[in-house]
């Protein structure tokens, strides 16, 4: 029996696209990125609304590491973010098991939580 998950992302009240898009734009706008403004404000087509460009290009040529991965997973469906992990942990020399556990546990929770009672694998 498969279990239904929701995510965690509400609409938030009074939002204003247009108002999230040029804070968003500021954050990015010159020299160096102003990160606490693009985690304040998470806006997907308002920007290209406004000033038709694509907010993912843009964030991916203003952030790095660990923030742009996180910034950038808000906007994916989380089956396609785990099939972006899953291609990640295994990509390059070595492999990140602990990824690989994580989401394949979880997978199977959703999918058949009897299988996996009692385990111990995390």
Do not use: H
Not at 46 to 61: E, F, Q
Request: hydrophobic share 45%; net charge negative; charged share 20%.
């Amino acid at each position: 029996m498969a279990t239904e998950t929701q995510g965690t992302i509400r609409p938030a009240a009074n939002f204003d696209a247009m108002r999230n898009a040029e804070i968003l734009w500021k954050a990015m706008k010159g020299f160096g990125t102003d990160e606490q403004a693009i985690v304040d404000v998470v806006v997907n087509p308002a920007l290209k609304t406004m000033y038709g460009k694509d907010l993912i290009k843009d964030l991916k040529s203003e952030l790095s590491g660990n923030m742009e991965e996180l910034i950038l997973a808000l906007f994916m469906p989380s089956t396609y973010y785990d099939g972006w992990s899953l291609q990640n942990a295994m990509k390059g020399a070595g492999t990140q098991e602990r990824v690989l556990i994580a989401i394949l546990y979880y997978l199977a929770m959703c999918l058949e939580p009897s299988l996996l009672r009692g385990s111990t694998i995390l």
